[in-house]
């Protein structure tokens, strides 16, 4: 049976009210009281339904209660004994999830219950709707404008180990010789010293010294094959997801090469392996980057304020496999955001998702991409630097002198010529990018390098400086992440677990930035209201008549009494 609360509905009598005013105030200061208060009932229970009986069976949990509990434990990078603890016993928690019975029933789950809510939530996508109902409520709350944004991505370590190829191939061929055994023990028999060879007690045999790993490769990549080619027609061996593994390591890592009617398998040199290639068997999904190494990355994009009257908060999340590029990311965070009216006006990036085309396409939905372009120029003078049209036609170069004609080429790119004779006496040829041949002086270009050159000179200007700076602010972010959720070491592995864990972190990280702004802001209205509580006594009123005495005082004395002037800024320093 559905077991859920109204929890929009306010209690007669406070459940909590014996703390006493002091420990409420704690409470209400806390993230427990923003959860409870604008967060538990837009979690979304109702997606749950279709799973249980509405008459029949055994009541579930609070299923609003059993999603936040979800929630705070990737929150706050909680094992699973830990999250139920702290469900049991801890005030905040009971606070937060409104629960208000202490008995059993209410105050404690079981560790198969949390997890297979934890498996339903990843099965059925929830972590998505929990982020974005999340985000939405403090939206609102807070008001916040999502017109200036900034992009980035940070690297995420599942739970899986970190294998060199040989490695690799053994622990996927020992992985496939397992399962073999356990559903076709006949077949394992028959393979004799090849299933022996690759048994954990025998691990030692293939820790090799480094002059010896191309040939300890070479036997493991064989051996690779045989079991490929010896099972590729046994439909119940092919089916098995260790097979399939075990096919895939042997395509990524290994070419065959035919010699005559001999068949020889090549080790593909390490430049060769592609980067979305088996990195372990036991976490298929994950990649590689050149950059951070294997694993996973997640694309983040938030909100943020120059002068700080609004809370940062995280508008979009996407989890991909690390060898995704992050100039792919871009478009689509853009288009999510604006599905939810989350779309920025301006967005600050770094060079990898700054290209052109991104740039371009952006400015169509809207968005002012800001992002130093990649690469460099090869010249001093930039292609800016000349003189243009209204029509990006090239009327002169940086030394004022007119070109002789201009073609266009087949692709739509400019030609433009200028007198050589010229261009041997100009004091700056050397730092020109004109082109200098025997009879003549050229330079080419089309609309997208004319647009690139723009922005280099466009990014050493002090106005793009002051506002890409707060680009920089997206490292504090991932370090959020990483030091408050433990988003860089996860302790699951596989997509979809490693996406829950990620997107209900970044979650969390919402939560605890909405309430630390929330107590920013009550703090500076405690301090102004007592600052006008102080200026309208009476001290407070002659204070201010003397300041104004002083200012007086000030004027006058520039040109009567030097001497005036000093007391009177000494007595203002003073009052």
């Given at each position: 049976?559905?077991?859920?609360?109204?929890?929009?509905?306010?209690?007669?009598?406070?459940?909590?009210?014996?703390?006493?005013?002091?420990?409420?105030?704690?409470?209400?200061?806390?993230?427990?009281?923003?959860?409870?208060?604008?967060?538990?009932?837009?979690?979304?229970?109702?997606?749950?339904?279709?799973?249980?009986?509405?008459?029949?069976?055994?009541?579930?949990?609070?299923?609003?209660?059993m999603l936040g509990i979800v929630l705070?434990?990737?929150?706050?990078?909680?094992?699973?004994?830990?999250?139920?603890?702290?469900?049991?016993?801890?005030?905040?928690?009971?606070?937060?999830?409104?629960?208000?019975?202490?008995?059993?029933?209410?105050?404690?789950?079981?560790?198969?219950?949390?997890?297979?809510?934890?498996?339903?939530?990843?099965?059925?996508?929830?972590?998505?709707?929990?982020?974005?109902?999340?985000?939405?409520?403090?939206?609102?709350?807070?008001?916040?404008?999502?017109?200036?944004?900034?992009?980035?991505?940070?690297?995420?370590?599942?739970?899986?180990?970190?294998?060199?190829?040989?490695?690799?191939?053994?622990?996927?061929?020992?992985?496939?010789?397992?399962?073999?055994?356990?559903?076709?023990?006949?077949?394992?028999?028959?393979?004799?010293?090849?299933?022996?060879?690759?048994?954990?007690?025998?691990?030692?045999?293939?820790?090799?010294?480094?002059?010896?790993?191309?040939?300890?490769?070479?036997?493991?990549?064989?051996?690779?094959?045989?079991?490929?080619?010896?099972?590729?027609?046994?439909?119940?061996?092919?089916?098995?997801?260790?097979?399939?593994?075990?096919?895939?390591?042997?395509?990524?890592?290994?070419?065959?090469?035919?010699?005559?009617?001999?068949?020889?398998?090549?080790?593909?040199?390490?430049?060769?392996?592609?980067?979305?290639?088996?990195?372990?068997?036991?976490?298929?999904?994950?990649?590689?980057?050149?950059?951070?190494?294997?694993?996973?990355?997640?694309?983040?994009?938030?909100?943020?304020?120059?002068?700080?009257?609004?809370?940062?908060?995280?508008?979009?999340?996407?989890?991909?496999?690390?060898?995704?590029?992050?100039?792919?990311?871009?478009?689509?965070?853009?288009?999510?955001?604006?599905?939810?009216?989350?779309?920025?006006?301006?967005?600050?990036?770094?060079?990898?998702?700054?290209?052109?085309?991104?740039?371009?396409?952006?400015?169509?939905?809207?968005?002012?991409?800001?992002?130093?372009?990649?690469?460099?120029?090869?010249?001093?003078?930039?292609?800016?630097?000349?003189?243009?049209?209204?029509?990006?036609?090239?009327?002169?170069?940086?030394?004022?002198?007119?070109?002789?004609?201009?073609?266009?080429?087949?692709?739509?790119?400019?030609?433009?010529?200028?007198?050589?004779?010229?261009?041997?006496?100009?004091?700056?040829?050397?730092?020109?990018?004109?082109?200098?041949?025997?009879?003549?002086?050229?330079?080419?270009?089309?609309?997208?390098?004319?647009?690139?050159?723009?922005?280099?000179?466009?990014?050493?200007?002090?106005?793009?400086?002051?506002?890409?700076?707060?680009?920089?602010?997206?490292?504090?972010?991932?370090?959020?992440?990483?030091?408050?959720?433990?988003?860089?070491?996860?302790?699951?592995?596989?997509?979809?677990?490693?996406?829950?864990?990620?997107?209900?972190?970044?979650?969390?990280?919402?939560?605890?930035?909405?309430?630390?702004?929330?107590?920013?802001?009550?703090?500076?209205?405690?301090?102004?209201?007592?600052?006008?509580?102080?200026?309208?006594?009476?001290?407070?009123?002659?204070?201010?008549?003397?300041?104004?005495?002083?200012?007086?005082?000030?004027?006058?004395?520039?040109?009567?009494?030097?001497?005036?002037?000093?007391?009177?800024?000494?007595a203002s320093q003073a009052a």
């Amino acid at each position: 049976m559905i077991h859920v609360k109204d929890h929009k509905q306010y209690d007669m009598f406070n459940p909590f009210g014996h703390l006493g005013p002091k420990r409420l105030a704690l409470l209400e200061s806390s993230w427990a009281h923003l959860f409870r208060e604008e967060i538990l009932h837009k979690l979304p229970a109702e997606k749950l339904f279709s799973l249980y009986s509405e008459h029949y069976g055994r009541r579930t949990k609070e299923l609003y209660a059993m999603l936040g509990i979800v929630l705070l434990q990737q929150q706050q990078d909680l094992t699973d004994d830990e999250a139920i603890q702290q469900f049991s016993f801890n005030i905040m928690w009971h606070y937060a999830l409104n629960v208000t019975d202490t008995s059993d029933v209410s105050s404690y789950v079981s560790p198969r219950t949390l997890w297979t809510m934890r498996d339903i939530v990843g099965r059925l996508g929830l972590e998505q709707s929990l982020f974005e109902n999340v985000t939405g409520a403090l939206t609102k709350l807070f008001e916040i404008d999502p017109s200036k944004q900034r992009l980035d991505s940070i690297h995420i370590f599942s739970n899986m180990a970190h294998l060199g190829r040989i490695r690799l191939f053994v622990r996927t061929i020992r992985k496939f010789l397992v399962n073999l055994k356990r559903h076709h023990a006949d077949q394992y028999q028959a393979l004799g010293e090849v299933a022996v060879r690759y048994e954990e007690k025998n691990d030692g045999r293939f820790a090799v010294k480094p002059s010896e790993s191309s040939r300890k490769l070479q036997e493991v990549g064989d051996d690779c094959f045989m079991l490929v080619e010896r099972f590729k027609e046994h439909e119940a061996v092919v089916a098995m997801d260790s097979y399939k593994h075990l096919l895939r390591m042997f395509t990524e890592q290994c070419v065959l090469e035919k010699t005559g009617t001999a068949t020889a398998v090549v080790i593909k040199p390490n430049k060769d392996v592609p980067s979305d290639s088996l990195q372990n068997p036991s976490d298929p999904d994950a990649g590689y980057s050149g950059h951070k190494g294997k694993g996973y990355q997640m694309q983040v994009m938030e909100t943020y304020s120059e002068d700080k009257s609004q809370p940062n908060l995280i508008t979009h999340i996407k989890v991909e496999a690390a060898h995704e590029s992050d100039s792919k990311a871009l478009l689509p965070a853009i288009e999510d955001a604006t599905t939810r009216d989350l779309a920025p006006a301006q967005l600050l990036a770094d060079s990898a998702y700054g290209g052109d085309d991104n740039v371009e396409k952006a400015k169509e939905l809207g968005v002012e991409v800001v992002s130093p372009t990649m690469g460099t120029w090869s010249h001093k003078i930039g292609l800016a630097e000349f003189i243009f049209s209204a029509s990006d036609e090239t009327t002169a170069c940086p030394e004022g002198k007119k070109p002789l004609r201009t073609k266009t080429g087949k692709h739509g790119g400019k030609i433009v010529h200028f007198d050589k004779a010229l261009c041997d006496l100009c004091p700056r040829q050397s730092d020109c990018p004109v082109k200098r041949v025997k009879q003549s002086a050229t330079i080419s270009y089309d609309t997208k390098a004319l647009r690139l050159a723009r922005r280099r000179a466009k990014e050493k200007t002090e106005a793009f400086r002051e506002v890409y700076r707060f680009r920089a602010g997206a490292e504090g972010t991932m370090s959020d992440l990483d030091r408050i959720t433990g988003i860089k070491h996860l302790r699951v592995r596989g997509m979809r677990q490693v996406r829950l864990a990620a997107v209900l972190k970044a979650t969390g990280l919402n939560v605890l930035r909405a309430v630390a702004f929330k107590n920013r802001l009550k703090r500076y209205e405690t301090r102004k209201t007592r600052s006008n509580r102080s200026s309208n006594s009476f001290i407070g009123v002659v204070k201010k008549h003397i300041l104004r005495l002083l200012d007086y005082l000030q004027e006058l004395s520039g040109a009567f009494c030097p001497n005036v002037y000093g007391f009177a800024s000494f007595a203002s320093q003073a009052a």
